[in-house]
């Protein structure tokens, strides 16, 4: 006869944030590289919550080595031994957070959804912002507490109008091939994605208003779609900033879109990842 079943797991869904620069990404990789990812650390948390099956996180939206997050979520099932209750969203927090130290990954809250919930393909859309920095005629002088937090492009200001301009071109609905990194694992994605919002504002730095001696602007690209193609959001930004520069006009992203071919994307021209934060998943 089958084993009889205890409770049914609890599904949660997690928000959570982290510092990307020392992984290599959100998703799980091999234990035995020099980085590895988000979820290994946070799978590791949860192990120690002693469940009584393994937990596996889910998570919503990939990022690369080097990007950061504000808040990217995750569902997972946690099956706890019979006659233990369910975990509280606030247990949950405190527990996860209490075994992510000292990494700089910090659960945001949690909270038991159905089992049919799922992080990655509720998700109705997801906002990244990335943070420029103009007035830095080298790497050198990036103030230290924005090292890795953000994008210092060489070769003096920009033309924030003609980026403008360009970024209309990419809003709407549009067969992104050009602005995917090519790789095996996306070759057979649809290349067709929705653009809400593009949007190029001033931002304000670390602590800016504290700086000495310096004429330091601080810029976002604020970037809204359901879901997003690999490295898509870099090479738009990058793309955006070659305007800026005077190297492509606005009417060349429009050309780069409706050439569909990611061999024509402008050599170089992707920007790092250092400046990419996914700021939210909405549900």
Not at 51 to 70: E, N, W
Not at 145 to 156: H, I, K
Not at 178 to 191: D, H, Y
Not at 214 to 232: D, S, T
């Amino acid at each position: 006869p089958a084993p009889a079943m205890g409770c049914a797991p609890a599904r949660y869904l997690v928000f959570f944030q982290y510092f990307g620069t020392r992984y290599s990404g959100v998703m799980e990789t091999k234990s035995d590289q020099a980085l590895v990812g988000v979820q290994n650390y946070l799978e590791e948390a949860a192990q120690k919550l002693k469940p009584s099956a393994p937990i596996k996180f889910h998570i919503s939206s990939r990022t690369d080595t080097g990007v950061h997050a504000l808040a990217n979520a995750a569902h997972l099932d946690i099956q706890r031994a019979p006659g233990k209750a369910a975990f509280t969203g606030q247990q949950l927090v405190q527990g996860l957070n209490h075994h992510l130290r000292p990494e700089p990954i910090r659960i945001l809250s949690a909270q038991r959804v159905p089992s049919t919930f799922h992080a990655r393909f509720c998700a109705l859309s997801r906002t990244y912002i990335y943070r420029l920095l103009l007035g830095c005629a080298h790497r050198s002088q990036i103030p230290v507490f924005e090292w890795d937090l953000c994008w210092a492009p060489a070769g003096g200001p920009l033309n924030i109008p003609a980026m403008r301009e360009a970024a209309e071109f990419l809003l709407g609905t549009h067969d992104f091939s050009t602005f995917r990194s090519l790789n095996s694992e996306n070759a057979f994605q649809s290349p067709v994605r929705t653009l809400l919002q593009l949007e190029i504002q001033p931002a304000p730095g670390f602590l800016s208003h504290h700086y000495q001696h310096r004429e330091l602007e601080f810029w976002e690209v604020k970037v809204k779609g359901r879901a997003f193609l690999y490295k898509q959001v870099r090479r738009m930004v990058g793309a955006l900033v070659a305007v800026g520069q005077g190297k492509l006009s606005p009417q060349h992203i429009q050309e780069l879109l409706e050439l569909k071919d990611a061999r024509a994307f402008p050599p170089h021209a992707m920007a790092p990842p250092s400046g990419l934060f996914l700021k939210s998943v909405e549900y």
